[in-house]
């Protein structure tokens, strides 16, 4: 390419192919050029001697055209093939050491001629990605499997209420349930609590205390009651994860526990699971279920004193019992020898869960009371003012005495005095039956007593 346009006002910029004004030494790529001074400048405009419009407006136009000419020479951007071709003298031709030191002095050339004139760029080799340090071991939890089968099989455990005390049994039919003898002993009927709080009344329909097992039926049994499918304890091994529920000490209905097969072990003509799953009396008649919520056996007995010691009849007997195969049901023989063993008979196990149970109610009643002594409050400061005979470990049970109460007692507030009757009566009706269960446990009078003394509930409520 030329190095001098034809026009004699302009050059060519040999780094970018350019054309620049001779009067301006810098190229808008940024690289300096030498001044110059062009011999072929156009001459001044002579003036003219007289004025007149004609010479004004020959002016204007020159100014136009002048202008015109500028923008398209100067100010436009250089055609891209001129800029190729440029580029490519200039690959072919050796800048001068001006032009090359200009062009590096300049971040926007080097930028350019960076991206430019890069043939073949090899990326360099990514480093190695470290792997992520391994998490740390999560605790040990029941598994969502786990968790949804409970909350499957849940509806099917129900707590069932004796007059000598409370257990556990399950549905496997829609009518019919599972519980051990000992729970129902010598009751024909009994009352079934269920997950969601409702009773129904179910007969004792057959026993077998060789097994320890008792059969139950519902006389008005749902279509929709979730039942659990019956298993086998044979294909059991040591080290399994079984999971018991049950009403643990009577009161706390439908827990859970897990633990493991400890063994399989045979007592008489019975087979038990051995294992180490929590167990305590209320537990009784409840299921023993695997990971898959079948029913492998019924919770019988634990050892009093012997943590993670617990039996569960083999559900292989129940299956027997139902389906017509096992004839032997009336001897008592079959589970003797395991229960020989223990450090605590029946009555031990009664006894603990009548003190748990009686504990429980005493609680409930003394938050009963401590209702009652707000209203009580409010009755002697609004409405009775007088002295009350006796002595109470709360003041409001001289209600419950005859001719405790002053005779003119409730005249200011009649109405507010007999609700405070009526209450007074429901406590004593609770406390009445609460002390008779646990007589009937067995539960020792001196418990009983110590339990009423720390609650302030001491007080003849039989009479």
């Given amino acids: 390419m030329p190095d001098q346009d034809l026009t004699g006002f302009i050059r060519v ?7 620049v004004p001779r009067n301006v030494n810098t190229c808008r790529c940024g690289v300096e050029l030498p001044a110059e001074t062009s011999s072929a400048a156009p001459a001044a405009i002579p003036e003219e001697s ?11 136009v020159a100014v136009l055209v002048l202008g015109g000419a500028g923008y398209w020479f ?32 300049s971040p926007i050339a080097r930028a350019w001629d960076a991206t430019a004139n890069a043939k073949e760029i090899t990326p360099a080799s990514p480093e190695p990605i470290a792997p992520p340090p391994a998490n740390p071991a999560a605790p040990t939890l029941l598994s969502a499997s786990t968790e949804e089968m409970v909350d499957r099989v849940m509806p099917a455990v129900v707590l069932i209420e004796t007059t000598g005390g409370r257990g556990s049994g399950f549905y496997v039919r829609h009518d019919t349930l599972i519980t051990n003898v000992h729970v ?19 007969r004792v329909e057959s026993k077998a205390p060789a097994f320890d097992i ?39 209905q439908n827990s859970v526990s897990r633990g493991i097969v400890s063994g399989l072990r045979t007592s008489g003509g019975a087979t038990l699971v051995q294992t180490d799953a929590a167990v305590n009396p209320g537990n009784s008649g409840g299921p023993m279920l695997d990971r898959n919520g079948t029913v492998i056996g019924i919770t019988t007995m634990g050892y009093k004193n012997a943590e993670g010691l617990n039996f569960g009849v083999a559900i292989d007997h129940a299956r027997d019992l139902l389906e017509g195969r096992q004839t032997s049901v009336g001897t008592e023989r079959g589970l003797k020898d395991i229960q020989s063993q223990s450090q605590g008979s029946e009555s031990d196990r009664r006894q603990q869960q009548g003190e748990e149970q009686l504990r429980a109610r005493i609680g409930q009643a003394a938050e009963a009371a401590g209702k009652m002594d707000e209203g009580w409050k409010r009755f002697r400061e609004q409405c009775y003012k007088g002295a009350i005979p006796g002595n109470y470990d709360r003041e409001w049970f001289a209600l419950l005495v005859p001719r405790g109460m002053p005779s003119n007692a409730g005249s200011g507030c009649t109405s507010y005095y007999k609700d405070l009757e009526s209450n007074a ?3 004593r009706t609770y406390m009445r039956r609460a002390i008779e269960d646990a007589r009937r446990a067995n539960v020792l009078p001196g418990t009983g007593r110590d339990l009423l003394r720390q609650n302030r509930l001491e007080f003849d409520w039989e009479r």
């Fill in 425 to 427: 009566q429901l406590v």
């Fill in 50 to 60: 007289s004025g007149g419009s004609g010479t004004l407006i020959a002016l204007v």
């Fill in 184 to 202: 129902v002993e010598n009751d024909n009927y009994v009352t079934l609590r269920r997950h969601d709080g409702t009773t129904v009344n179910a």
């Fill in 13 to 19: 910029c040999r780094s970018c192919g350019r054309r």
């Fill in 214 to 252: 008792a059969i139950l039926k519902v006389a008005t049994p749902s279509a929709s009651q979730v039942v659990i499918q019956m298993g086998s304890a044979r294909s059991l091994k040591p080290g399994q994860e079984i999971i018991v529920i049950g009403s643990a000490l009577g009161t706390l």
């Fill in 74 to 105: 100067f100010l436009r951007p250089a055609p891209a093939v001129a800029q190729e071709e440029a580029a490519e003298e200039d690959d072919d031709a050796t800048p001068e050491p001006g032009a090359a030191t200009a062009a590096t002095t």
